[in-house]
């Protein structure tokens, strides 16, 4: 069976900062970033998959 790995969804709000990259490494879109939905099927942010057969 593959590993399926998920790309998060970063969501920028008020309190955002650049914790996420210093602390975790994520490559963050801004300085802005305050929550990481690292696994989510929520309908504001739904993870997809990355790499492998189910790409996308």
């Not at 008020?14 to 309908?43: M, N």
Request: overall charge negative; hydrophobic content about 30%; charged content about 30%.
């Amino acid at each position: 069976m593959e590993l399926l790995h998920l790309q998060p969804v970063f969501k920028e709000v008020v309190w955002g900062g650049k914790k996420l990259q210093e602390k975790f490494g994520y490559k963050i879109p801004s300085d802005r970033t305050g929550e990481c939905w690292a696994i989510s099927a929520h309908e504001n942010g739904d993870c997809r998959i990355k790499g492998g057969e189910y790409d996308g």
